[in-house]
């Protein structure tokens, strides 16, 4: 049975175990959260939660695995709770934003077995994706166990350089607000055009999320399913032609969304 420590039981701490859980993963789970945590997995036989690092060093435990799910500020914070737990041995998985695995190499070993990974908030409906970059001393089976606890809550896709984890930011990371608010536009001009408040929204969040399903149940691709509903001479071949426009259609636009996004991430970063 593997040990996992979970450090931080926020929004995305609690749904990676809530995916452990589900997936019924035969593992000892180990929370670090300072916060008080109401949560039915308190009653876990396999969870405990630990309000401290004291508590859990009392235990003279070597996990397998240490995920950290904290801001970056907490990171400095509890860099010298984290030496004390460090073992050649262990895995360290980090989920903590802008902190690249230098960072962990400079401050713990040169030789630490860091994972940097950048999951997205639909994790917390078990339906994220997660980009995964990880040092070159891992062992095969390994790097395998890490997919499959990280595939628990959504897809995983693994990445051969570490400044493309910014790309993910950029794109899946930031993504799901983009949709969001493609549909909360959509939801305005439904009701600037004469349907109610109510109706504008249910026909443009039903819209967004029916697609979603279409594509995710489908083998067709993308670029087929807009066919699909592109009539020659059509409404939406009328409302494609505004979207496509060359220099300002929306390609244009998100293309500068998501290079304004990478910048950002690049100035966060700490090495």
């Given at each position: 049975?593997?040990?996992?420590?979970?450090?931080?039981?926020?929004?995305?701490g609690?749904?990676?175990?809530?995916?452990?859980?589900?997936?019924?993963?035969?593992?000892?789970?180990?929370?670090?959260?300072?916060?008080?945590?109401?949560?039915?997995?308190?009653?876990?036989?396999?969870?405990?939660?630990?309000?401290?690092?004291?508590?859990?060093?009392?235990?003279?435990?070597?996990?397998?695995?240490?995920?950290?799910?904290?801001?970056?500020?907490?990171?400095?914070?509890?860099?010298?709770?984290?030496?004390?737990?460090?073992?050649?041995?262990?895995?360290?998985?980090?989920?903590?934003?802008?902190?690249?695995?230098?960072?962990?190499?400079?401050?713990?070993?040169?030789?630490?077995?860091?994972?940097?990974?950048?999951?997205?908030?639909?994790?917390?409906?078990?339906?994220?994706?997660?980009?995964?970059?990880?040092?070159?001393?891992?062992?095969?089976?390994?790097?395998?166990?890490?997919?499959?606890?990280?595939?628990?809550?959504?897809?995983?896709?693994?990445?051969?350089?570490?400044?493309?984890?910014?790309?993910?930011?950029?794109?899946?990371?930031?993504?799901?607000?983009?949709?969001?608010?493609?549909?909360?536009?959509?939801?305005?001009?439904?009701?600037?055009?004469?349907?109610?408040?109510?109706?504008?929204?249910?026909?443009?969040?039903?819209?967004?999320?029916?697609?979603?399903t279409?594509?995710?149940?489908?083998?067709?691709?993308?670029?087929?399913?807009?066919?699909?509903?592109?009539?020659?001479?059509?409404?939406?071949?009328?409302?494609?032609?505004?979207?496509?426009?060359?220099d300002?259609?929306?390609?244009?636009?998100?293309?500068?969304?998501?290079?304004?996004?990478?910048?950002?991430?690049?100035?966060?970063?700490?090495?």
């Amino acid at each position: 049975m593997k040990k996992i420590l979970l450090i931080g039981y926020g929004k995305m701490g609690s749904a990676i175990v809530e995916g452990w859980v589900s997936n019924k993963l035969d593992i000892k789970i180990y929370v670090i959260e300072k916060e008080k945590i109401n949560s039915k997995l308190v009653s876990k036989k396999n969870i405990l939660f630990l309000n401290d690092f004291e508590n859990f060093i009392k235990l003279n435990l070597i996990v397998d695995y240490v995920l950290l799910a904290i801001k970056p500020q907490q990171l400095t914070k509890t860099k010298n709770d984290l030496k004390l737990i460090y073992n050649p041995k262990t895995i360290f998985i980090s989920i903590v934003a802008g902190v690249s695995t230098k960072w962990f190499s400079d401050n713990f070993s040169k030789n630490i077995k860091i994972v940097r990974a950048m999951p997205n908030t639909p994790a917390s409906v078990l339906k994220g994706v997660t980009g995964v970059f990880h040092s070159n001393n891992l062992l095969k089976s390994e790097i395998n166990y890490i997919n499959k606890i990280l595939k628990c809550i959504g897809k995983v896709i693994f990445l051969k350089k570490q400044n493309l984890i910014d790309v993910v930011t950029a794109i899946s990371g930031s993504g799901p607000a983009y949709f969001f608010f493609l549909t909360e536009i959509l939801s305005k001009v439904g009701e600037k055009f004469g349907l109610s408040k109510k109706d504008s929204l249910e026909f443009s969040s039903s819209t967004f999320v029916g697609s979603a399903t279409l594509f995710d149940k489908t083998k067709l691709s993308i670029s087929k399913l807009r066919d699909n509903v592109t009539s020659p001479g059509g409404t939406t071949e009328a409302a494609l032609k505004i979207l496509k426009h060359k220099d300002k259609g929306l390609e244009k636009l998100i293309e500068k969304t998501v290079e304004n996004a990478i910048l950002r991430a690049k100035k966060l970063n700490k090495k």
